[in-house]
């Protein structure tokens, strides 16, 4: 604040009161708060995630992404709609998979092609297994699937441990993985860890060993989402707690949906629970949900496995037999050969947007852009074909 001192005349005040008034009143004009100037003013710029991670497939990196939130930049290596058998990892992804401080990956010998391209790349980080609280079986077309029926619905909850919501029962510590991976990108000393043990004949054909195709069960799916909130926990301990509550979160709606599928599968006859497939890739969903495996179009756990004319023959006779009404095509696949055995069988085909999502989720704005949104679309097609209705989705499932 300008003072006028009383020593000056007052025709010589004047102007400097003027002046001084002018001054006063840009000055105030100054400090007096406009509410658009806070929106002008550049805000700081967002803290950089902890953790920079990269994950094998499209469901490892979802439930990464749900367990970190924006705690971590994930970035997955196979994309929706693509093979996860006949992924060749590009220069951009050993890029990122060098600059990461996390690899998160599916495990169970899924991933083939992971040691080399983790040597290429020279990662250095930390590995996360999400297979290491999951109890791995045989492929669907190794053992019989026929639960049985009606009893099935009835223990799930005992037979799966849904009731404790911890998945102590998984068979993590039958597969010596005490360790959860996080050291080392393969499990050390495990019978199934990729490698030979998974070895194909010449045709890629009777694929041996355990099914590495884990995600098909929502509870598979929330041990996976444990195994990885813990590794997350390990690698960035300072936000342990964060990671833990989102996994915690996003493993109720797992469980809804477990719920959710056995109520609608559970309107189907036991005897009309038909599936076949492209490949063997729904182990874990027939054995969970008490569904009997017909058989597959490539009788291996490579989608890529040639098919011969004996595989057709064998598959067709398979449906006839069975009694099947429809053969199921996934949207990674060409639904050819699902529509050439479906012609011959005399069933139905059910390829393209009533495809199934199988190795990997879908794009953007597609029904399988979640892994809850592709579990629900492909129970819903499943339980149609079989000549029932899918009880309602609940509300907290709906996305």
């Given at each position: 604040?300008?003072?006028?001192?009383?020593?000056r005349?007052?025709?010589r005040?004047?102007p400097?009161?003027l002046?001084a008034?002018?001054?006063?009143?840009?000055?105030?004009?100054?400090?007096?708060a406009?509410?658009?100037?806070d929106a002008?003013?550049?805000?700081a710029?967002?803290?950089?995630p902890?953790?920079?991670v990269?994950a094998s497939?499209?469901?490892?990196?979802?439930?990464?992404?749900?367990?970190?939130?924006?705690l971590?930049?994930?970035t997955?290596?196979?994309?929706?709609?693509?093979?996860t058998?006949s992924?060749d990892?590009?220069a951009?992804?050993l890029?990122a998979?060098?600059?990461?401080?996390?690899?998160?990956?599916?495990?169970?010998?899924?991933?083939e092609?992971l040691?080399?391209a983790?040597?290429?790349?020279?990662?250095?980080?930390t590995?996360?297994?999400a297979?290491t609280?999951?109890?791995l079986?045989e492929?669907a077309?190794?053992?019989?699937h026929?639960?049985?029926?009606?009893?099935?619905?009835?223990?799930?909850?005992?037979d799966?441990?849904?009731?404790?919501?911890?998945?102590?029962?998984h068979g993590?510590?039958?597969?010596?993985?005490?360790?959860?991976?996080?050291?080392?990108h393969?499990?050390?000393?495990d019978?199934?860890?990729?490698?030979?043990?998974?070895g194909?004949?010449?045709?890629?054909h009777a694929h041996?060993?355990?099914?590495p195709h884990?995600?098909t069960?929502?509870?598979n799916?929330a041990?996976?989402v444990?195994?990885?909130?813990e590794?997350?926990?390990?690698a960035?301990?300072?936000?342990?707690?964060?990671?833990?509550?989102?996994a915690?979160?996003y493993i109720a709606?797992l469980?809804?949906l477990?719920?959710w599928?056995?109520e609608?599968i559970?309107?189907?006859?036991?005897a009309?629970r038909?599936?076949v497939?492209?490949?063997?890739?729904?182990?874990?969903?027939?054995?969970?949900?008490?569904?009997?495996?017909?058989?597959?179009?490539i009788?291996?756990f490579?989608d890529?496995a040639e098919v011969?004319?004996?595989?057709?023959?064998?598959?067709v006779?398979?449906v006839r037999d069975?009694?099947?009404?429809?053969?199921?095509?996934?949207?990674?696949l060409s639904?050819a050969?699902?529509e050439t055995?479906?012609n011959?069988?005399?069933?139905?085909?059910?390829s393209?947007n009533?495809?199934l999502?199988?190795?990997?989720?879908?794009?953007?704005?597609?029904p399988?852009?979640?892994?809850?949104g592709?579990?629900?679309?492909n129970?819903?097609v499943l339980v149609t074909?079989?000549g029932?209705?899918?009880?309602?989705?609940p509300a907290?499932?709906?996305?």
């Amino acid at each position: 604040m300008t003072t006028i001192t009383p020593h000056r005349s007052l025709t010589r005040g004047v102007p400097a009161l003027l002046a001084a008034s002018v001054l006063a009143i840009g000055l105030s004009g100054c400090a007096t708060a406009d509410p658009d100037a806070d929106a002008a003013t550049p805000e700081a710029p967002a803290a950089a995630p902890a953790l920079t991670v990269v994950a094998s497939t499209t469901h490892t990196a979802e439930f990464t992404q749900r367990v970190a939130g924006e705690l971590a930049e994930v970035t997955a290596l196979i994309q929706a709609n693509q093979s996860t058998h006949s992924f060749d990892p590009t220069a951009s992804d050993l890029a990122a998979l060098a600059g990461a401080d996390v690899l998160v990956i599916n495990g169970a010998g899924l991933e083939e092609w992971l040691d080399d391209a983790v040597e290429a790349s020279g990662f250095a980080g930390t590995t996360i297994d999400a297979s290491t609280r999951v109890g791995l079986i045989e492929f669907a077309g190794d053992h019989g699937h026929d639960h049985g029926g009606d009893d099935h619905a009835d223990d799930h909850a005992d037979d799966h441990g849904h009731d404790d919501h911890g998945h102590d029962d998984h068979g993590h510590d039958d597969h010596g993985h005490d360790d959860h991976g996080h050291a080392d990108h393969a499990h050390e000393g495990d019978d199934h860890a990729h490698g030979d043990d998974h070895g194909h004949d010449d045709h890629g054909h009777a694929h041996e060993g355990d099914d590495p195709h884990i995600w098909t069960s929502a509870a598979n799916a929330a041990a996976m989402v444990e195994a990885i909130a813990e590794g997350l926990a390990a690698a960035d301990a300072d936000n342990a707690q964060v990671y833990e509550a989102n996994a915690a979160a996003y493993i109720a709606q797992l469980e809804q949906l477990d719920a959710w599928i056995v109520e609608s599968i559970g309107a189907v006859d036991p005897a009309d629970r038909l599936l076949v497939t492209n490949h063997e890739a729904f182990g874990y969903f027939v054995d969970a949900y008490d569904v009997t495996y017909v058989g597959a179009i490539i009788p291996s756990f490579d989608d890529n496995a040639e098919v011969s004319a004996a595989d057709i023959d064998r598959l067709v006779a398979s449906v006839r037999d069975s009694g099947a009404t429809a053969v199921f095509s996934e949207t990674t696949l060409s639904p050819a050969a699902a529509e050439t055995i479906a012609n011959e069988a005399g069933v139905q085909v059910f390829s393209g947007n009533d495809g199934l999502y199988g190795d990997s989720l879908g794009p953007a704005g597609s029904p399988g852009e979640t892994y809850i949104g592709s579990m629900i679309h492909n129970v819903t097609v499943l339980v149609t074909a079989w000549g029932a209705e899918p009880a309602p989705v609940p509300a907290a499932l709906a996305e």
